[in-house]
């Protein structure tokens, strides 16, 4: 969409920046003023060459951290495009617990940078997401991770597969619980689409934020074994 439209439509319904709720007028229809996307704290190197953990402090040289040394993670790689911290926690808890579903929008133009980064060696014949629960997505009526996939994928230009993946029981937030719990909770939570629709494919997994990265590994290990040849993960956001 050219600049008018956009500002004409802000005339009318002018955005507010979802961090400070102060105005936005950019080109791109965003809903983050340049003020806060300029602060939002990004994932740099130092981080952990398989899971991508950023480390706070100085390394020489590349490495691997020592819980994917201990426990290697089905997934190829991880990458996030940001630290979950001030501004970019208000926008992600905006997305996911505000009904802010234009947010996505935002937060996919920093994923896509990512990948553009992290994964320019990388094809990928299609993206998906982690799912929720059909319990958890009837309450809250919308996957954020899906509205974050959808976005990401329409900005690599790559096809969207909504469903290669299925949540098969309901699981208690991740938020308060240890790395070992989260395994557990994870554990055989999901099962893969039949159909062949996995076999043979490269897949970008997306999901909103990453900590232990429970979760993504878990959907990687579903996805491995239904035969997809590489699964890389990015999310918007790294706890």
């Not at 929008?105 to 982690?130: G, I, K, N, Q, S």
């Not at 494919?201 to 909103?208: A, E, G, Q, S, Y």
Request: with cysteine; proline share 4%; net charge positive.
């Amino acid at each position: 969409m050219s600049p008018l439209p956009f500002a004409l439509l802000d005339l009318l319904f002018p955005r507010a920046c979802l961090v400070c709720g102060g105005a936005v007028a950019d080109e791109t229809g965003g809903h983050v003023c340049w003020d806060c996307a300029a602060a939002f704290p990004r994932v740099e190197l130092p981080f952990c060459t398989r899971c991508g953990d950023p480390v706070d402090g100085r390394v020489e040289s590349a490495y691997t951290c020592s819980f994917c040394r201990r426990r290697r993670p089905r997934f190829d790689r991880a990458r996030s495009a940001l630290r979950y911290r001030g501004g970019v926690r208000r926008a992600v808890h905006a997305l996911k617990y505000g009904h802010a579903t234009y947010a996505s929008r935002d937060l996919a133009r920093w994923m896509a940078a990512c990948c553009r980064v992290h994964y320019a060696d990388e094809r990928f014949d299609t993206v998906t997401a982690v799912p929720l629960h059909a319990r958890r997505q009837r309450e809250r009526t919308y996957n954020q991770a899906e509205l974050l996939g959808r976005a990401l994928a329409a900005e690599l230009r790559l096809d969207f597969a909504g469903r290669l993946l299925r949540r098969t029981r309901p699981t208690a937030s991740q938020t308060e619980l240890s790395a070992a719990e989260r395994r557990r909770n994870v554990n055989k939570a999901f099962t893969a689409a039949d159909g062949g629709w996995i076999d043979g494919r490269r897949i970008l997994l997306v999901d909103d934020v990453m900590t232990t990265g429970a979760t993504v590994a878990e959907c990687s290990r579903v996805l491995k074994d239904a035969g997809a040849v590489t699964v890389h993960v990015i999310t918007a956001a790294r706890g």
